[in-house]
């Protein structure tokens, strides 16, 4: 995997990003109560304070959970809520090396259709129905990982020229643009809300 991400919006945990599979797996597991930037720097923060330049499955896995808990809530926390991404963090990397061998890009390698990848996408700890279709929406827009039906496995995120999503950044103005996009997501819920 080599691909110019932008999702971090610092040079060079965007460089891990686009280099290294399970660096994005993990950006876009900590993507969510924090702004988008924030979550996709964490796989870098990990691998700077693990003292490498990519992370490992392996080796995150089978960390001890309380010294790895301390390693993301050091300062600046890797996540607003460090001690319960820390955990989730790992859970994905057993995951990971139980069904994968400790491989993330297998997780999407020859895989026959986007139906299927959603799945094995959604079966991963953490990943829900939506964070998977923004995943395969990441993975067919900027990886080129573009098995039958992706566009339909990942629903509206996979739409071309939607500005929904971290699949849809790819620098400062498509992150604005999804910035402004979630703002109407927001403003429209509140105003749906009964008083």
């Known amino acids: 995997m080599d691909a110019n991400l932008r999702l971090a919006q610092q040079p060079d945990a965007d460089a891990l990003l686009g280099r290294s599979p399970l660096a994005a797996l993990v950006g876009m597991l900590l993507d969510q109560q924090v702004p988008m930037e924030w979550a996709f720097a964490g796989p870098y923060t990990i691998a700077e304070r693990l003292g490498g330049d990519d992370l490992d499955a392996r ?10 808990a301390a390693l993301l809530s050091a300062k600046p926390a890797v996540h607003r809520y460090p001690g319960s991404m820390a955990k989730r963090v790992q859970q994905l990397c057993q995951y990971l090396v139980e ?6 890009a297998a997780v999407w ?14 079966d991963l700890p953490g990943f829900g129905k939506q964070k998977a279709q923004i995943f395969l ?40 643009k999804v910035r402004a996009h979630k703002q109407e997501l927001k403003a429209a819920k509140k105003a749906r809300k009964p008083l």
């Open 109 to 122: 390698e020859g895989v026959g259709s986007g139906k299927e990848l959603l799945k094995r996408l959604q």
């Open 137 to 176: 929406a990441l993975l067919g827009k900027q990886l080129g990982v573009r098995p039958t039906g992706w566009r339909e496995a990942a629903g509206a995120y996979g739409e071309q020229g939607a500005y929904r999503s971290a699949a849809d950044i790819t620098g400062p103005e498509s992150l604005a």
């Open 59 to 68: 080796e995150i896995a089978a960390y001890e959970p309380e010294a790895f």
């Open 99 to 104: 069904h994968y061998d400790g491989d993330a």
